[in-house]
């Protein structure tokens, strides 16, 4: 029976481990270990300038990235008691590692154990006669057979000054705080509890 109670919670955690790598960041704090990995993280500079960031994982697109950095950077603003923001500066990272992985389906009859016997076709190459063809050395007519994925990961900072009063006119870098989280608000998908 312990056997059993164990592979249930090995089980249990092994889906809980992929489910969380399987959602997109969600608007959190940026804490080591929890469920999913990113979220927001701000520094004060001044009384009223503050580095802002947002880090997502591999499923989070950069839209959304940069969605909930403005957003972040408005909750900020309003908690301090101000009621616009300007953004100095800002920035967006883009991480993409690209991981090649021969197709497993492709070579399932060899292994190992059978380093120097393979497969060898020859086949005729029109005016230039026959031709032989090595699954290791490439694949004249069909393509090699690779999985290539890229991951991509985002994060993006701004640094911003708060200010008080009304937000003024004409300026692309400013933005009033409540009106950012009325209109980003409704989107934002926070953890669940």
């Given at each position: ?110 292994g190992p154990g059978y380093n120097y016997w393979r497969p060898a076709w020859r086949y005729y190459g029109g005016g230039y006669g ?64």
């Amino acid at each position: 029976m312990t056997r059993r109670l164990a592979a249930l919670a090995a089980s249990a955690v092994l889906a809980a481990t992929l489910g969380a790598c399987a959602t997109a960041t969600p608007y959190q704090p940026n804490i080591r270990g929890q469920a999913t990995s990113g979220g927001f993280s701000e520094v004060r500079l001044d009384a009223d300038r503050f580095r802002v960031n947002f880090a997502g994982n591999s499923m989070t697109s950069r839209e959304t990235v940069e969605g909930y950095l403005l957003y972040r950077a408005a909750e900020l603003t309003v908690a301090q008691g101000y009621d616009w923001f300007s953004v100095v500066d800002r920035q967006t990272d883009r991480n993409a590692r690209t991981y090649i992985e021969p197709d497993p389906f492709y070579r399932p009859w060899y292994g190992p154990g059978y380093n120097y016997w393979r497969p060898a076709w020859r086949y005729y190459g029109g005016g230039y006669g026959w031709r032989s063809w090595d699954p290791f050395f490439g694949d004249p007519f069909f393509g090699d057979r690779m999985d290539v994925r890229t991951v991509e990961r985002f994060e993006a900072s701004a640094e911003i000054v708060m200010r008080r009063g009304a937000k003024p006119e004409g300026d692309t870098r400013a933005f009033d705080a409540r009106a950012v989280m009325d209109n980003i608000g409704p989107r934002v998908l926070r953890p669940a509890p």
